[in-house]
């Protein structure tokens, strides 16, 4: 304590005030006084007056990172003259389809499939922003593994609106995966932000994982959110279990998606 005493009365006035303040220290990105704040949404769609996310409780991951240094991925839509097509690359695909990586209001479900559905993961996803739902199904056959099976080449009976598929191999491991991305309406997007923001607001920790050693697979759901001010992007990520409206919701927007290829 001596050294800030020794300091007040060289810096004046406006350093005791700071000292009293408890603003001698000054503040991380994204907090005031020690807790975490969200700016003001700026973006819709809204569930009557109140924003996507509102309020956040639980088990919320925070981040804050300048705006300029958000990565922006080339996705399906980028490029829609890739419908219909197998496009052949020369490296492996990337961990997290870039469809499903630049999302930064929405949802996302992932199924990591095990036992008989070994080397399958699968994400379907409603991005806000663009008010657009995703789906990925990606197969992988590694010649080391035991459970995998070979993948065949999909093929598209028809070329779908923003449809297409990627695949990489090296002889021993072949990567697959088939991306369809297709519009929402805003009342559908309105009616998932209603589903969503008491899932935001719940403090109730994820239910025990109850998944069988012979269960095909294990099935994520993630909320996500982003809010920017004074250059700073905030971003939000929280673990849920899926809400019976929620899957009122998402199930009704999944039945008018575009048909897959055959594979």
């Known amino acids: 304590m001596g050294r800030v005493r020794s300091l007040v009365p060289l810096a004046g006035g406006a350093a005791l005030a700071a000292v009293l303040a408890g603003c001698s220290q000054p503040q991380r990105p994204g907090e005031v006084h020690g807790h975490y704040v969200q700016p003001a949404a700026t973006q819709g769609p809204f569930c009557k007056s109140h924003s996507y996310g509102e309020v956040k409780s639980g088990d919320v991951q925070r981040s804050v990172v300048p705006t300029a240094s958000e990565p922006v991925p080339l996705a399906a839509d980028d490029r829609p003259a890739d419908a219909g097509k197998l496009l052949v690359l020369n490296h492996p695909l990337d961990a997290l389809p870039p469809e499903i990586a630049r999302i930064r209001r929405g949802v996302v479900k992932r199924f990591t499939g095990k036992f008989v559905k070994d080397g399958q993961i699968a994400w379907t996803a409603l991005d806000l922003e663009r008010l657009v739902a995703v789906s990925v199904e990606r197969r992988v056959f590694d010649f080391r593994a035991h459970q995998s099976r070979p993948v065949p080449d ?7 609106q923003l449809s297409f ?10 990567e697959v995966e088939v991306v369809a991305v297709f519009p929402v309406s805003l009342m559908e ?27 095909a697979g294990v099935t994520d ?12 992007a905030y971003t939000f990520n929280k673990p849920i279990d899926m809400s019976e409206a929620m899957a009122v919701v998402l199930g009704s927007i999944w039945q008018h998606a575009p048909r897959g290829p055959a594979w």
């Open 165 to 174: 598929a990627r695949k990489w191999s090296d002889g021993q491991r072949t």
């Open 154 to 160: 999909p093929r598209f009976a028809q070329v779908e």
């Open 221 to 232: 759901v993630f909320l996500l959110d982003r809010r920017q001010a004074q250059g700073l």
């Open 189 to 215: 997007a309105q009616l998932f932000v209603c589903a969503a923001n008491p899932l935001w607001a719940s403090k109730e920790p994820l239910a025990e994982d109850d998944t069988d050693e012979m269960s």
